[in-house]
């Protein structure tokens, strides 16, 4: 049996008793490296959380090391992190919306964008 294609790549958790869906993937927004994207079943509102000091394993391939950044594991704890910072930061998951976009740096989330006003 094979994964819907809508859901491939994606990893299921539950927070709160509302089940959400997360991937790691490149960042092209921010172009950090990394960036963690949250979407909440059935898909409105997106998260995408950009790890700015993270470092990935095609820089560590091309010996790209920059100064501040290091590895760290991206787990369903941080995920689980990431959406109660977004839920308590305006994210609006049930609603149709433009993604809300945040940093993950030194530890801390720092919203970069709210959605946008219709």
């Known amino acids: 049996m094979g994964y819907p294609k809508k859901t491939k790549g994606w990893r ?3 927070v709160d008793g509302q089940t959400f869906r ?3 993937t ?3 927004y921010l172009q950090c490296g990394a960036r963690v994207d949250i979407q909440a079943e059935p898909n409105r509102q997106q998260l ?3 790890l700015a ?7 560590f391939a091309k010996g790209t090391r920059g100064a501040k950044k290091n590895f760290f594991p991206i787990t369903p704890k941080l995920t689980a992190k990431a959406i109660l910072f977004g839920l308590a930061n305006g994210w609006q998951p049930a609603q149709s919306a433009f993604p809300m976009r945040a940093v993950y740096e030194d530890g801390i989330f720092r919203v970069i964008t709210q959605a946008r006003p219709k």
Not at 53 to 59: A, C, I, K
């Open 12 to 14: 299921k958790i539950v």
């Open 22 to 24: 997360w991937r790691f």
């Open 26 to 28: 490149e960042d092209y």
């Open 48 to 50: 995408s959380i950009a």
């Open 53 to 59: 000091d993270h470092f990935t394993w095609v820089e």
